[in-house]
């Protein structure tokens, strides 16, 4: 993957901010699912570090897809996660807490960095720590009241992604909330779903996020 920094691999993900959560996808799935991905619409890749061979997938996806799309890791826990992904290739780099020392990493390898907030005080770290976007989870918990209470306290140009239960539907209400961009898991994939499935499921979200956003396809 062609070094850029996280700037303009931000610049590049708010174009169309849905990343797809791709947790236990295997090598030898990983480059069909990637690619009907792309057919799609997608262009922002997350696999989640606790599943076995997620290193290689986030290889063989960097290789496959090159600059067309941002590929990393999720569930980035310590910086020997956030070095393993670098390494292979990945330039996203997403957790489920606000540890800030992987943030710091992050940024000082240029990958695009997102960990998880539930809290303003979280929020707050992240950001002071050089987070690009904040991960809102669980996005089931904190609930889109939730969300609009730490929007009318954040910084405005912050990023704002809620994952956990997130559906074609749900999209509006939540971008109504203060989202501005989404992580999706098992409605779009899961270990057993094949790459035309993914498709289809991307098509419907990538559809839902434009209907919401008043954008023509």
Do not use: Y
């Not at 797809?20 to 030898?28: D, F, H, K, Q, V």
């Not at 690619?35 to 997938?57: H, K, W, Y």
């Not at 904190?142 to 969300?147: D, S, T």
């Amino acid at each position: 993957m062609t070094s850029k920094t996280p700037q303009t691999l931000l610049m590049k993900a708010r174009r169309l901010p849905l990343v797809a959560i791709l947790r236990g996808l295997t090598p030898a799935n990983a480059a069909a699912v990637g690619l009907a991905l792309m057919e799609s619409g997608f262009r922002i890749i997350e696999v989640p570090l606790n599943r076995p061979s997620a290193l290689q997938c986030i290889e063989i996806l960097s290789r496959e897809l090159n600059d067309e799309a941002l590929v990393g890791g999720g569930t980035m826990l310590t910086l020997d996660d956030v070095q393993a992904v670098h390494d292979a290739g990945g330039r996203l780099a997403v957790s489920p807490n606000c540890d800030t020392r992987v943030i710091a990493r992050a940024v000082d390898l240029g990958m695009l960095s997102v960990p998880g907030i539930a809290t303003p005080t979280e929020a707050f770290n992240g950001i002071q720590a050089g987070a690009h976007a904040l991960k809102i989870f669980p996005a089931e918990m904190i609930g889109q009241r939730g969300l609009k209470a730490l929007k009318s306290v954040l910084p405005t140009h912050i990023e704002l992604w809620p994952v956990g239960s997130i559906s074609p539907e749900s999209l509006r209400p939540w971008m109504a909330a203060g989202a501005t961009g989404f992580g999706i898991g098992s409605q779009l994939f899961t270990p057993n779903t094949c790459a035309a499935d993914v498709l289809t499921r991307g098509k419907m979200f990538i559809q839902a996020w434009h209907n919401a956003s008043g954008l023509a396809m």
